[in-house]
């Protein structure tokens, strides 16, 4: 079984910061892109930024300066550290990961549980 685990949300004021960890346990042989979707009340779930095993990155253009995305591939684990947040970036954001199982051929695509986070104006 595979897992990833996320924390780090919360209720924030608007300007205030937060960090976002996600962690990928179980059988897992690599893991190639790690990333992190958010989900708004009423709104499609769209990418937030991702990172690859590599440590490229990709971001939407509206978190681009404010939000960065990190990785530590010892520990399976994907941060979203969170600068100068909005009230516009409240949603329930999840940690989304391209793995390979032992035992399997191919890569899957995993999620976490999601996380709240709510910025108030």
């Known amino acids: 079984q595979v897992q990833l685990v996320e924390s780090g949300g919360g209720l924030v004021q608007a300007g205030g910061s937060l960090r976002l960890s996600c962690a990928a346990s179980?059988?897992?042989?690599?893991?190639?892109?790690m990333g992190w979707y958010r989900q708004a009340p009423g709104r499609q779930r769209e990418l937030v930024a991702s990172?690859?095993?590599?440590?490229?990155?990709d971001y939407a253009d509206s978190v681009k300066g404010r939000f960065t995305i990190s990785r530590d591939n010892a520990k399976n684990t994907v941060y979203l550290q969170m600068n100068s947040l909005q009230p516009e970036d409240t949603a329930v954001y999840y940690c989304?990961?391209?793995?390979?199982?032992?035992?399997?051929?191919?890569?899957?695509?995993?999620w976490g549980q999601g996380t709240q986070v709510t910025v108030s104006s």
């Open positions: 989304n990961a391209d793995l390979k199982r032992t035992g399997s051929f191919w890569y899957q695509e995993y």
């Open positions: 179980g059988s897992i042989v690599s893991i190639n892109v």
């Open positions: 990172i690859t095993r590599g440590g490229g990155t």
